[in-house]
């Protein structure tokens, strides 16, 4: 008996209005004229396995490609959270044991105090993970702080299913694929 093989992709639901409406506000948050001012930043995070080898690859030499035994130690996991503004060709990747709540909590101050401090509100698409929310900072910071961050923030999210329109996916994509 032959092995069945099938192609995976993620299919979105049929005639959705919530996947048409959130994909068309992502759409148009993209077609915005630069505005230093409101910059359009990207975020998404993804776990990622942390492996080292059993045996030391051996090396590429001529007339024979570099090989890697396909055995391998798993040495724990870390999520890598992206920030990217495609406008301006600014992006941040960072490398964090865990993605937590906090985690991401922590993650949007550093973009709003650090990497944007003087601008007036970011304008940030992401996924809709269920820590990529308000409540996180809330439950990362006092009342009056968390407040103060969530004014700074415009948020739109991607469709269900439809996170391929995030651009800081696509980063995340090529980065694990050629780099990682």
């Not at 230093?36 to 080292?52: G, S």
Request: charge should be neutral.
């Amino acid at each position: 008996m032959r092995p069945h093989l099938r192609k995976c992709w993620t299919i979105p639901p049929r005639a959705n209005a919530e996947f048409a409406a959130r994909m068309e506000d992502v759409l148009a948050v993209y077609a915005r004229p630069y505005d230093p001012a409101r910059p359009v930043v990207c975020m998404d995070e993804k776990p990622y396995q942390l492996l080292d080898h059993v045996r030391d690859p051996l090396p590429a030499r001529p007339g024979h490609d570099a090989r890697q035994d396909s055995e391998y130690i798993r040495c724990g996991t870390c999520s890598i959270f992206v920030w990217t503004e495609p406008l301006r060709g600014w992006r941040r990747v960072q490398a964090l044991s865990r993605r937590t709540r906090t985690d991401w909590a922590g993650q949007v101050k550093q973009l709003l105090s650090v990497d944007y401090p003087d601008t007036e509100t970011v304008v940030l698409v992401m996924d809709n993970l269920n820590t990529h929310s308000i409540a996180s900072l809330y439950e990362a910071f006092e009342p009056q702080e968390a407040f103060a961050l969530a004014q700074r923030l415009e948020i739109h999210h991607t469709p269900r299913h439809g996170s391929w329109l995030n651009i800081a996916e696509i980063e995340l994509s090529a980065l694990t694929r050629q780099c990682l």
